[in-house]
Nanobody, 127 residues
Framework: QLQLVESGGGLVQPGGSLRLSCATS????????IGWFRQAPGKEREGVSC????????NYADSVKGRFTITRDNAKNTVYLQMNSLKPEDTAVYYC????????????????????WGQGTQVTVSS
């Protein structure tokens, strides 16, 4: 059974850090690009970051550039999102998603259709 399970969310003060994890099972992670998305109450879902199959290409939303870092460990079937200098506007439910990609070095996108989704983890940035 193919699964993506997010963890690492929680309540943090502005300026703090969190590391989200996306643990995958039931499929070969190295055949998939992975994206992180978020959705705040009353807002549309937005792409936050993505990483290519190879890990050699990453992409970030302008709102998180320089603060968030995405990495992957295919041996552990896990993708991470390190979030630093968190702001109240980062508050949202964060989701990871997988997209099957044919070419190993293809770039990834922050939009479009991803094949599989996790259930999300809540991140709240508040003092």
């Amino acid at each position: 059974q193919l699964q993506l399970v997010e963890s690492g969310g929680g309540l943090v003060q502005p300026g703090g850090s969190l590391r989200l994890s996306c643990a995958t099972s039931g499929f070969a992670l190295d055949y998939y690009a992975i994206g992180w998305f978020r959705q705040a109450p009353g807002k549309e879902r937005e792409g936050v970051s993505c990483i290519s199959r190879s890990g050699g290409y990453t992409n970030y939303a302008d709102s998180v550039k320089g603060r968030f870092t995405i990495t992957r460990d295919n041996a552990k079937n896990t993708v991470y999102l390190q979030m630093n200098s968190l702001k109240p506007e980062d508050t949202a439910v964060y989701y990871c998603a997988a997209l099957g990609v044919l070419l190993f070095n293809s770039a990834c996108a922050l939009s479009g259709e991803y094949d599989y989704w996790g259930q999300g983890t809540q991140v709240t940035v508040s003092s």
